[in-house]
């Protein structure tokens, strides 16, 4: 681990590996994540170059960047999902509350309830909305006996901006669902595990407007109980929905910091040039 402290960190900024400088704190409070000196190949392939960034409870986090500029990739480092991946390997440090997540005694089953993940496309289990639900908190052993277990649904539900929606079908299936309320169901059920960490890979990309709105203001309602990551290829999305914003480019992060600085008075041309249009 590296051994500059976080105030060290905010003073001196980190060089990437093409010389910008950009803050790889997440702002105030101690970070919930820390990734140091982070690289990801896919055999001989590198996708992740040399990333360094710490992830808080008290801010929404998105990536941004080109498609193929590696930030899904960096995503799913954070809760080991490339290693489902053979070719995959991944270096550097990664920390949740200051435990390496790629220590050999890490239960990664443990940790991926620990830190949630929301795909794309909305993913429920062919199973009831209450099981959908259930599921995890029954096989993490989070409740002990039917009571516990039915506010558990309700409040993962509620949490989730669903409850009033789907509370007198609990027993349809989760896949008759709307596209956005199987989505908002896939958050509820990573709620239900009681995460500290939920990352969300273009949660909204498959949406309509209207249920796109509906998970950017279930993102406001949660932030600060769970550190949040979103990654999004949607600037305006990232705008409104998130405090800190990381720029990727060529598996890189060229540069992180305060959401409104990002869009409006960012350091580096690269980021200037994507913000603005000219590639992407």
């Not at 498609?67 to 809760?79: E, V």
């Not at 795909?119 to 029954?138: E, T």
């Not at 596209?179 to 009681?194: F, K």
């Not at 509906?214 to 990232?238: P, S």
Request: with cysteine; net charge negative; proline share 5%.
């Amino acid at each position: 681990m590296d051994d500059m402290t976080s105030g060290d960190i905010q003073e001196s900024g980190v060089s990437s590996a093409e010389g910008a400088s950009q803050s790889i704190s997440a702002g105030d409070g101690p970070p919930k994540m820390t990734t140091r000196n982070v690289n990801v190949f896919y055999g001989e392939k590198q996708a992740i170059d040399n990333v360094s960034i710490d992830v808080n409870m008290d801010n929404v986090t998105a990536f941004i960047g080109p498609s193929g500029c590696g930030k899904s990739t960096f995503l799913r480092c954070l809760n080991r999902m490339n290693d489902t991946i053979p070719i995959a390997k991944v270096t550097g440090d990664i920390t949740l509350e200051g435990e390496d997540i790629y220590a050999p005694q890490m239960d990664v089953v443990q940790l991926r309830a620990r830190v949630g993940m929301v795909f794309q496309k909305p993913n429920p289990f062919p199973k009831s909305i209450y099981d959908n639900i259930a599921y995890g908190p029954r096989i993490h052993g989070l409740a002990s006996g039917k009571d516990e277990l039915d506010h558990i649904v309700e409040t993962s539900l509620q949490r989730a901006g669903l409850w009033n929606e789907v509370k007198d079908r609990l027993q349809d299936s989760g896949t008759a669902l709307s596209g956005g309320q199987q989505q908002r169901l896939c958050i509820a059920r990573a709620i239900a595990v009681d995460p500290e960490v939920i990352l969300m890979d273009e949660p909204c990309s498959a949406l309509d407007p209207i249920a796109t709105a509906k998970i950017e203001e279930l993102i406001h309602e949660i932030r600060g109980k769970y550190a949040i990551v979103i990654v999004t290829h949607n600037m305006q999305q990232a705008a409104r929905v998130s405090q800190r914003t990381a720029f990727f480019h060529l598996g890189t992060l060229v540069e992180y910091g305060v959401t409104t600085d990002i869009f409006t008075n960012p350091t580096e041309e690269r980021t200037r040039d994507y913000i603005t249009g000219r590639y992407g």
